[in-house]
């Protein structure tokens, strides 16, 4: 048997200030963008040539649902982010003003600096060392 994580959501606030956020400060793909309903629409982001798993930005469509924006993991770290280049992606961070909360930091796997998204998720950038 083979299976594949292909997508996480994420409960947003609102669809278009999210897809703007992923796509011009993170420079994320916009893969697809379907309306389903009215008030509903799929909504899938990735990282530039990933191969690997997208964001499905879900906007809250109740109470319950917007509680969780911005903290669907109880403030731990959310969502880890591969790069091949840490400095570009870091200067990208502090160009677009995005939030860093821990430094950019050396260990014996890679270099790891933590940031929150427009609502606050917190992201782990990492360049992993090669094997």
């Known amino acids: ?51 690997g798993c ?3 930005l879900a906007q809250a469509s109740n109470e319950e649902q917007k509680s969780r924006v911005g903290n669907q993991t109880g403030g731990r770290v959310f969502l880890f982010l591969h790069t091949d280049d840490f400095e570009r992606d870091y200067q990208n961070l502090k160009t677009h003003n995005i939030k860093i909360i821990r430094e950019r930091v050396e260990e014996t796997w890679g270099t790891v600096a933590v940031f929150e998204d427009l609502y606050g998720n917190k992201w782990d950038l990492i360049e992993p060392k090669p094997y």
Do not use: C
Request: charged share 30%; glycine share 0%; aromatic share 10%.
């Open 1 to 51: 048997m083979k299976q594949q994580l292909v997508n996480v959501a994420i409960v947003v606030d609102n669809y278009d200030e999210a897809i703007e956020f992923y796509t011009k400060k993170l420079h994320f793909d916009l893969i697809e963008d379907t309306q389903l309903s009215p008030t509903k629409r799929w909504i899938l982001v990735a990282p530039k040539n990933s191969e």
């Open 54 to 56: 997208r964001l499905l």
